[in-house]
T-cell receptor
Framework: GAVVSQHPSWVICKSGTSVKIECRSL??????MFWYRQFPKQSLMLMAT?????????EQGVEKDKFLINHASLTLSTLTVTSAHPEDSSFYIC????????????FGNGTRLTVT | AQSVAQPEDQVNVAEGNPLTVKCTYS??????LFWYVQYPNRGLQFLLK??????LVKGSYGFEAEFNKSQTSFHLKKPSALVSDSALYFC??????????????FGTGTQLKVEL
């Protein structure tokens, strides 16, 4: 069964509004979670690393103020796309390692964001 | 810096035939290698990993991969393809050093199409 739950699976919002995406680890604690963005027919681009109890680490070129990340607990990380614009439309995927540094990442089912 | 190359955007194979999806990597230390599969509008599912040990790694759904250090490759294989194997496959690498965390670098993906 799924070990990482991501919600919502899809969302349509108007330009200028904000959207929050949740990522939960279901049966394990995750001090670290990763947020990816995927464009059509392209690979995953790591946006940021979410750290429980501290600030997220953003990849180069990712706007911190636009993509707000909060790792509120050991099982929940949220990504908020602020003042969304049509170019933010994309597929956003979160992931977390279940146990140990050698464990594979477990991915949520992704969120399809469409900004109109 | 670590990197992954998947030289083929798409691989076509007839059902029942063997399949190979190619992957080469570059890391400065010991590589931790992974294969993931993605179905449309879904997150990634873990297939298999190489950390250490036997060069031939067996994974989910009958897939296997062979680690070749001299060729820096980690090709994904399956002896007999199924139509249901049609999906997008990603190779990923992370450098296996203490404190390296779980930050993965993904290849650009290979679309596998299995036809009757």
């Amino acid at each position: 069964g799924a070990v990482v739950s991501q919600h919502p699976s899809w969302v349509i919002c108007k330009s200028g509004t904000s959207v929050k995406i949740e990522c939960r680890s279901l049966d394990f604690q995750a001090t670290t979670m990763f947020w990816y963005r995927q464009f059509p027919k392209q690979s995953l681009m790591l946006m940021a690393t979410s750290n429980e109890g501290s600030k997220a680490t953003y990849e180069q070129g990712v706007e911190k103020d636009k993509f707000l990340i909060n790792h509120a607990s050991l099982t929940l990380s949220t990504l908020t796309v602020t003042s969304a614009h049509p170019e933010d439309s994309s597929f956003y995927i979160c992931s977390a390692p279940k146990a140990g540094s050698n464990s594979p990442l477990h991915f949520g089912n992704g969120t399809r964001l469409t900004v109109t | 810096a670590q990197s992954v190359a998947q030289p083929e955007d798409q691989v076509n194979v007839a059902e029942g035939n063997p399949l190979t999806v190619k992957c080469t990597y570059s890391v400065s230390g010991n590589p931790y290698l992974f294969w993931y599969v993605q179905y449309p509008n879904r997150g990634l599912q873990f297939l298999l990993k190489y950390i250490t040990g036997d060069n031939l790694v067996k994974g989910s759904y009958g897939f296997e991969a062979e680690f070749n250090k001299s060729q820096t490759s980690f090709h994904l294989k399956k002896p007999s393809a199924l139509v249901s194997d049609s999906a997008l496959y990603f190779c990923a690498v992370r450098e296996g050093i203490t404190g390296g965390g779980n930050k993965l670098t993904f290849g650009t993906g290979t679309q596998l199409k299995v036809e009757l």
